[in-house]
Nanobody
Framework: QVQLVESGGGLVQPGGSLRLSCVAS????????MGWYRQAPGKERELVAE???????KYADSVKGRFSISRDNAKNTGFLQMNSLKPEDTAVYYC???????????????WGKGTLVTVSS
């Protein structure tokens, strides 16, 4: 059974930084895209950043220049470095990944349970 587990959330002051991690575990053949989404209270879940297996990245306009997504393919781990945090970045951040379980299998989509990021003074 595949699991995605996020860590690194917490309380930070405006202007501060946090680094989120997402570890994928289980019988994994390979991981295609990995992404981070967030959901603030009363709002819909939105894409924050995404990275392909080849390292191509995509960011929401609201985080460009402040957030950076990366991954360690050998460790099935993804990261989201968040700098210059603003109160409006407060949300539960979820890891998402398209995972291939065996050589001939099609990718399946998985979600983590989320980690809370609170930006407040």
């Amino acid at each position: 059974q595949v699991q995605l587990v996020e860590s690194g959330g917490g309380l930070v002051q405006p202007g501060g930084s946090l680094r989120l991690s997402c570890v994928a575990s289980g019988r994994i053949f390979s991981i295609n895209s990995m992404g981070w989404y967030r959901q603030a209270p009363g709002k819909e879940r939105e894409l924050v950043a995404e990275i392909t297996s080849g390292g191509s990245t995509k960011y929401a306009d609201s985080v460009k220049g402040r957030f950076s997504i990366s991954r360690d393919n050998a460790k099935n781990t993804g990261f989201l470095q968040m700098n210059s945090l603003k109160p409006e970045d407060t949300a539960v951040y979820y890891c998402n990944a398209d995972i291939i379980l065996s050589m001939l299998a099609v990718p399946m989509n998985y979600w983590g349970k989320g980690t809370l990021v609170t930006v407040s003074s």
